[in-house]
């Protein structure tokens, strides 16, 4: 089975930190995502990378920065945190667009309260 | 622009009862379409997808789903419900092949005994 872990079930931080999300992927896939999810909203995302030190942007970007210096792990970074980034955040991972395989696959989610 | 949209919040349904949630897509090209749903306190956990072929596709946990490409819907199915369906569900579709998968803002089904 697919396993994609996430580093922290719960988290709070104070307004100006700057906050660090991992997650990582046993399963050799190319592509990792990073995605918020809002009640009413459901999941928008927030950036993307389909392999090693490339990334591109989602829908919703701004206030947020990532990082993949290995395949298997993926790091979302707020800068600097505000309180309209209380959210849930889920990573996902998924082989190559294309192929039969093309399902993502989830970690548990962060939690992420910022006071 | 690709879009999907989730017309219930909310499906209740005693247990024992045929449960349907309701999804329809707006694409350009062809559609992939897929499913996941959200226990409590989970991530998303994948359920069946369409990708081309039989309209009526068979997944997880005895869910099915049936591709109406004239409706342009996609609706989740099962015969007989049980309270442990009780969870957030998602419909997403995806443009093509390489595109970003585009999520509804879920319906959140509750079975009761």
């Known amino acids: 089975d697919v396993k994609v872990t996430q580093s922290s079930r719960y988290l709070v931080k104070r307004t100006g930190e700057k906050v660090f999300l991992e997650c990582v992927q046993d399963?050799?896939?190319?592509?990792m995502f990073w995605y918020r999810q809002d009640p009413g909203l459901g999941l928008r995302l927030i950036y993307f990378s389909y392999d090693v030190k490339m990334k591109e942007k989602g829908d919703i970007p701004e206030g947020y920065s990532v990082s993949r210096e290995k395949k298997e792990r993926f790091s979302l970074i707020l800068e600097s945190a505000s309180t309209n980034q209380t959210s849930m955040y889920l990573c996902?991972?998924?082989?190559?667009?294309?192929?039969?395989?093309?399902?993502?696959?989830f970690g548990p989610g962060t939690r992420l309260t910022v006071l | 622009a690709q879009s999907v949209a989730q017309p219930e919040d909310q499906v209740n349904v005693a247990e024992g009862n045929p449960l349907t949630v309701k999804c329809t897509y707006s694409v350009s090209g062809n559609p992939y379409l897929f499913w996941y749903v959200q226990y409590p306190n989970r991530g998303l956990q994948f359920l069946l997808k369409y990708i081309t072929g039989d309209n009526l596709v068979k997944g997880s946990y005895g869910f099915e789903a049936e591709f109406n490409k004239s409706q342009t819907s996609f609706h989740l199915k099962k015969p007989s419900a049980l309270v442990s369906d009780s969870a957030l569900y998602f419909c997403a579709v995806r443009e093509n092949s390489w595109g970003k998968l585009q999520f509804g803002a879920g319906t959140q089904v509750v079975v009761t005994p």
């Open positions: 399963m050799d896939h190319e592509n």
């Open positions: 996902a991972s998924s082989l190559l667009p294309g192929g039969p395989y093309n399902e993502q696959f």
